[in-house]
């Protein structure tokens, strides 16, 4: 090969020389040669023989070509760095370069980013006097509501209440009355949040806020009502919330039980997500606890509540399609409601008294109410503490007398309350009695044997 008089070689025998000395890789050549006519030479003039050229021929030619633009921007393209490297290695340093930050700031947000969306996500609650201050889960306040309410419940007795019923006794809850969920599937966690006081005023209220504090609406609870000559203020006291898709459409419902300051009547009211009222029942008494359970398989929740009828002084169950649910509860006419009208429960059932239940006058109701995983309900009464068993059809299977139901008799019985001793075949014949003298309404009389008010 020809050389200068420094003894350089001034002639490259083959593509690997030629793409080196101008800095791309081999198949760049060949499309150089190509497209702008890179000086290339052949030993024989075929397409594969071996190819050689001057760098003096190559020299001249870049700096003619490299007057276009399209060309400049091509070999900046493929060129590695002007460092001698091969392609492969600029482009392995380019990756780590770019790549490295990018990676580094995926998993920031990984890391930081759910946290960012978790810290400002409503989770608890503290009440400060009147105030009702929202925290996320690190306990960090995210917002606060003055309700101006000073005798508001303390955070010991919302605690009680919140998201779930809590247990207060063999037969009775505490009912939830405060809410924070994402009610809406949107991803943010909504709070309902009812106003709940030690004297029963004012605690008739429930607002519904969004995850940054905004009050989206509130409902007022219950309205002045007449039963019979009597006339009941509007004096509520919101005794349970709960969010329940009623109507299997996948979206929720809000159930809000509240009662009148002097006990009666009760209303069971359904909002929308938008805090309108769109359904509601009244029972002449209270509700101490509720269910939800699809009793006729249509696919639908029903509700159960488990009470007491003030009307006729007996513990009470009523079940409530959602679909058709409004007026009053069967009552006497002496307490009946001018402004509704009648009733569309599925079922109203009166349970009968025994000779303990009516020490306790006039406090004997259901206390709580329960869907067993064998398909029964199960309630009990307050103060004498019977448990019922109950098919989905609502008839009887089995009624137990608990062990408080025996130490109260007993006890009411060595006072000479009672005549009767507790033994076994006594036990038997209350029991049977209980079974057999549960009252049905059926919609104009009161029956035996599982009559419906209205037929599903």
């Known amino acids: 090969m020809p050389a200068d008089k420094s003894g350089e070689n001034k002639q490259l025998a083959s593509w690997k020389e030629i793409a080196s000395y101008l800095g791309v890789d081999e198949r760049t050549c060949q499309r150089w040669e190509k497209k702008y006519g890179l000086p290339v030479r052949r030993m024989e003039d075929t397409p594969k023989s071996r190819v050689f050229a001057h760098k003096e021929d190559l020299d001249r030619w870049r700096d003619a070509v490299t007057k276009n633009n399209n060309f400049v921007r091509e070999v900046q393209l493929a060129s590695p760095a002007q460092k001698g490297e091969s392609r492969p290695q600029n482009l392995i340093k380019r990756y780590i370069f770019y790549g490295i930050p990018v990676l580094i700031m995926a998993a920031l947000l990984t890391i930081f980013l759910p946290r960012f969306f978790s810290d400002r996500q409503p989770v608890d609650f503290r009440i400060d006097h009147s105030t009702l201050i929202i925290l996320n889960k690190l306990g960090r306040e995210l917002w606060s509501y003055d309700t101006q309410i000073p005798n508001l419940w303390e955070e010991k007795e919302y605690r009680e209440a919140f998201q779930r019923k809590k247990e207060i006794s063999d037969e009775q809850r505490r009912l939830p009355v405060l809410f924070i969920k994402d009610i809406d599937h949107d991803g943010l966690n909504e709070v309902l949040f009812s106003t709940q006081t030690t004297d029963g005023l004012k605690a008739d209220v429930l607002y519904c806020f969004d995850s940054k504090g905004t009050k989206l609406w509130e409902f007022k609870a219950g309205r002045e009502i007449q039963l019979g000559s009597k006339v009941y203020s509007r004096d509520f006291v919101i005794i349970a919330v709960d969010i329940v898709d009623l109507n299997n459409d996948g979206v929720m419902e809000i159930l809000v039980i509240s009662h009148a300051r002097q006990q009666i009547p009760t209303q069971v009211a359904v909002l929308n997500l938008r805090g309108s009222l769109i359904r509601e029942y009244w029972n002449v008494g209270q509700f101490n606890d509720y269910a939800f359970e699809d009793l006729n398989g249509d696919g639908r929740k029903d509700i159960l509540l488990a009470g007491q009828s003030n009307a006729y002084d007996r513990p009470c169950l009523v079940v409530l399609d959602f679909d058709s649910m409004k007026g009053i509860s069967p009552t006497k006419p002496e307490m009946e409601c001018p402004g509704l009208e009648k009733g569309s429960e599925k079922y109203y059932l009166l349970f009968a008294l025994t000779e303990l239940d009516k020490l306790f006058m006039p406090r004997i109701a259901l206390g709580k109410i329960d869907i067993l995983s064998n398909r029964r309900i199960q309630v009990r009464t307050t103060s004498s503490d019977v448990i019922y068993e109950l098919n989905f059809l609502l008839n009887p299977e089995d009624v137990t007398l608990s062990d408080d139901f025996?130490?109260?008799?007993?006890?009411?019985?060595?006072?000479?309350?009672?005549?009767?001793?507790?033994?076994?075949?006594?036990?038997?014949?209350?029991?049977?009695?209980?079974?057999?003298?549960?009252?049905?309404?059926?919609?104009?009389?009161?029956?035996?044997?599982?009559?419906?008010s209205n037929k599903w």
Not at 422 to 440: A, S, V
């Open 406 to 452: 025996a130490r109260r008799y007993r006890d009411a019985y060595r006072e000479g309350k009672l005549r009767a001793p507790l033994d076994d075949k006594n036990k038997e014949l209350i029991q049977i009695k209980l079974r057999n003298e549960i009252d049905y309404y059926d919609g104009i009389n009161w029956t035996r044997g599982g009559a419906m």
